[in-house]
């Protein structure tokens, strides 16, 4: 009993964090959904890119049940690291296609197979795996890369949440955001001038 609920807990939460990933994308151009947001070149369209490579290895090949597509490698030179962004030969529609039929696929797998069910991750130190491994480890990869598309969508038009209906804030919250902003960036000063000194200088524009 105890395993079909851990399976099914999982599974409700990686399907959920999913769809917060594709929804980062509504409303955004072309160009800010590719451009780099970081100095590491981190997009929004490249971590669906590579979540859905990303899922479909893990609940692909690890349990034989190999994704039916072909898909570029990260442990392949040749590739050019571009599971983590998306060339200008790749479109959106492309790329969000093919995460939901990855999804598709890796619940083929979750509902087709036991939590306690054996799989292989050559790639890892201990590569014998359960599926509750590859499930846990999943839902990690994929909320940890939904918290990057959280603050690159914010940087971007001031979107945030897990969900489309608080992805904006009223007025008079971004006032109070302001507000608390400014509050945190003096104590931040005060804190790093040390006790019994001025606060930091604010920075000249």
Same mark, same amino acid.
């Given at each position: 009993?105890?395993?079909?609920?851990?399976?099914?807990?999982?599974?409700?939460?990686?399907?959920?964090?999913?769809?917060?990933?594709?929804?980062?994308?509504?409303?955004?151009?072309?160009?800010?959904?590719?451009?780099?947001?970081?100095?590491?070149?981190?997009?929004?369209?490249?971590?669906?890119?590579?979540?859905?490579?990303?899922?479909?290895?893990?609940?692909?090949?690890?349990?034989?049940?190999?994704?039916?597509?072909?898909?570029?490698?990260?442990?392949?030179?040749?590739?050019?690291?571009?599971?983590?962004?998306?060339?200008?030969?790749?479109?959106?529609?492309?790329?969000?296609?093919?995460?939901?039929?990855?999804?598709?696929?890796?619940?083929?797998?979750?509902?087709?197979?036991?939590?306690?069910?054996?799989?292989?991750?050559?790639?890892?130190?201990?590569?014998?795996?359960?599926?509750?491994?590859?499930?846990?480890?999943?839902?990690?990869?994929?909320?940890?890369? %939904?918290?990057? &598309?959280? @603050?690159? =969508?914010?940087?971007?038009?001031?979107?945030? #949440?897990?969900?489309?209906?608080?992805?904006? +804030?009223?007025?008079?919250?971004?006032?109070?955001?302001? %507000?608390?902003? &400014?509050? @945190?960036? =003096?104590?931040?000063?005060?804190?790093?001038? #040390?006790?019994?000194?001025?606060?930091?200088? +604010?920075?000249?524009?």
């Amino acid at each position: 009993m105890i395993d079909e609920f851990a399976k099914e807990y999982l599974h409700h939460d990686l399907r959920d964090i999913r769809e917060t990933m594709l929804w980062k994308l509504d409303g955004l151009p072309e160009y800010d959904v590719r451009r780099p947001l970081t100095v590491t070149g981190t997009n929004l369209l490249g971590l669906v890119k590579h979540l859905s490579i990303t899922e479909a290895r893990y609940f692909g090949e690890v349990f034989g049940r190999p994704f039916p597509e072909p898909l570029p490698r990260w442990d392949d030179a040749a590739h050019d690291d571009t599971d983590m962004w998306a060339t200008e030969h790749e479109t959106r529609a492309e790329i969000i296609d093919r995460y939901r039929r990855v999804w598709a696929h890796s619940d083929a797998t979750i509902g087709a197979l036991a939590i306690d069910s054996p799989g292989h991750v050559p790639w890892w130190p201990r590569p014998n795996v359960k599926l509750f491994n590859i499930l846990v480890h999943v839902l990690a990869e994929t909320s940890r890369h %939904a918290g990057h &598309a959280d @603050i690159l =969508r914010e940087q971007l038009d001031g979107s945030t #949440g897990a969900m489309a209906e608080y992805a904006h +804030l009223e007025p008079t919250d971004k006032e109070f955001l302001a %507000a608390r902003c &400014a509050r @945190i960036e =003096r104590a931040a000063r005060a804190a790093a001038a #040390g006790p019994g000194h001025d606060s930091l200088p +604010l920075a000249q524009g």
